[in-house]
Each structure stands twice: as structure tokens, then as C-alpha cells.
């Protein structure tokens, strides 16, 4: 997202004019070529609070906050319709929310202006998704999802904690070991993917149920976890971007941007937390 908002807006010229016209028009008058100011008018000028980022039309926290909360209530609805509403099409609808909400995240990802209608379609189709692979899940192990969901809300909680306390930053050298680190992960889901498509692997898990130099873990263990500590410190990146677009006094639009951001993070969380609670239920 654009942290720092329109710098046209932010701009020194921008903003002396805006304050000149208001002078200019509120509470005085023009007589004879002369300005004459309204004392009275002018202290209740004086004496009104400041117009708030939400008067302004400037991103706020409170508007990121409901926007993601709905982009999440949109995926809960998602995810209720194969879960419960028609179960017996779990598995077409999660693979039509698969690739349905692999597309509009690029699309969204790529566009120049947010549009709230694609932002709130992506997370209907991953609720699509996420409800087929939950209730195919919890089928084979019973109380699995409930365990995702407290585990996806106690790393949140936690990863938000700690941004907020300044204990841990997206520093540069931080984003250098995430962005090797992230390829390499993509790169092995791919490879992983390609020998479970093509046969070469008859694992359900794929490389993932391999055991671990000899030690009993399945490697997908350690994988996931740290999948879930890459989606946490992505939390942290989306926690950075969306404090310096409120501190910028970014467009309030771009709040359906951070929505979109947080609810990416939060679905691939919640996916490497469940693969990897049933990766080691699997393995008991």
C-alpha cells in the first residue's frame, strides 16, 4: 500500500492553501477591498476541536479495523456454505474458492485503487475454501478446527502484542531474511505440489510426512512451523504498513487495502496451523 498516501495532499503548498481558503471563507467579509474579520466569528473558530483523520477523509485505525472485520465475518459466511449449508459439495467448492481466491488475491494485489467489491468477493471465495478443507479435516480428526481457530487468534494476539510493545520491527535486515526465506518456502510448496500432482510421491503429505534426519518428526512439523512464524512476521509488516499510512494521513480508502492485507495474512495462517495440527494428529 502507499504508506506515506497522496504526497500531493501532504505537500506544504497543499495545505497552506487549504488553510487560506478557509480564512477566506469562514468568518469574514469583504467591504470596500478590505477584509473585515467577525471577532465572534472568529473565536468559535478558534475554540472548535480539530477535525479528526475522519472528518478529513484520512485512513484511521478504526477504519481498518471494521473493514477487516467484515473481509473476516465475509469469510466465516464463505465458509459456512460447505461446511454446513451443502456439504455434500465441500470438495467442488473448495476448489473453486481455491482457484477463485488465488486470482482475485493477484488481481487485488495489483491494482492501482482498492475496489471493496473485489476485496469482499476474495474473502467469500477463500471462505469457500477454508470451510472445505476445515470440515474435510474434521472429519478425519474431530476438533481440529477449533484448535486452528484458537491457535490462528493466540498468534495474532500474540504477534500484535509484541508489535505494539516495540519489542519486535520489520527492520531491514529483518525483511531480508523474510524475503529469502519466504521463496525458499514457495519454492518448496511448489516442488512439494509437483510430486504429489504428478504421482511421485505417495504421501498424503508429500516431502511434508518425510521423516526428519532419523529423528521421528515428520518434516512437515518443522515446515510449519516455520510457515507460521513467516505469516506471523507478516502480521508485523501489515502492522508497520498500516501505522505508517495512518501516521502519513494516508487516502481513507486505502483502509480496504490494509483489510485486504491482514485478511490474506490471517487466511494463510489459519491454513499452516490447521496442516500442521493434522499433520501431527496424523503422526499419533
Not at 454446513?84 to 477463485?100: E, I, R, T, Y
Request: proline content about 5%.
Amino acid at each position: 500500500m502507499a504508506l506515506g498516501g497522496n504526497p500531493v495532499f501532504n505537500g506544504k503548498t497543499f495545505r497552506s492553501a487549504t488553510r487560506g481558503n478557509q480564512m477566506a471563507g469562514y468568518g469574514t467579509a469583504t467591504y470596500a477591498g478590505q477584509t473585515i474579520a467577525n471577532q465572534q466569528q472568529l473565536e468559535h473558530m478558534y475554540n472548535q476541536p480539530s477535525a479528526g483523520p475522519a472528518q478529513t477523509g484520512r485512513m484511521t485505525f478504526d477504519d481498518v479495523i471494521v473493514k477487516t472485520l467484515l473481509c473476516l465475518g465475509v469469510v466465516l459466511l464463505g465458509a459456512a456454505v460447505p461446511a454446513f449449508l451443502v456439504p455434500g459439495l465441500a470438495v467442488p467448492l473448495m476448489v473453486v474458492g481455491a482457484l477463485g481466491g488465488f486470482v482475485l488475491g493477484l488481481v487485488n494485489s495489483f491494482k492501482r485503487e482498492p475496489s471493496p467489491a473485489l476485496i469482499l468477493a476474495y474473502a467469500g471465495l477463500e471462505g469457500l475454501f477454508l470451510g472445505g478443507i476445515t470440515m474435510f479435516l474434521e472429519a478425519m480428526f474431530p476438533g481440529i478446527a477449533l484448535q486452528a481457530v484458537l491457535g490462528t487468534l493466540i498468534v495474532f494476539g500474540v504477534t500484535l502484542a509484541l508489535f505494539k510493545s516495540g519489542k519486535v520491527r520489520a527492520t531491514p535486515r529483518a525483511m531480508k531474511f523474510f524475503m529469502i526465506a519466504i521463496v525458499s518456502y514457495a519454492a518448496f510448496s511448489l516442488l512439494n505440489l509437483g510430486l504429489m500432482v504428478f504421482g511421485l510421491n505417495d504421501d498424503p503429505w508429500g516431502l511434508r510426512g518425510a521423516d526428519f534426519l532419523g529423528t521421528g518428526i515428520p518434516f512437515g512439523v518443522v515446515i510449519g512451523v516455520l510457515a507460521i512464524g513467516l505469516a506471523a512476521f507478516s502480521l508485523i509488516i501489515d502492522f508497520t504498513s498500516i501505522s505508517e499510512g495512518v501516521r502519513h494521513g494516508a487516502p481513507q480508502k486505502y483502509s480496504w487495502t490494509a483489510a485486504f492485507g491482514l485478511t490474506v495474512t490471517l487466511v494463510w495462517l489459519y491454513v499452516e496451523i490447521l496442516r500442521l495440527l493434522a499433520i501431527l494428529r496424523g503422526d499419533d
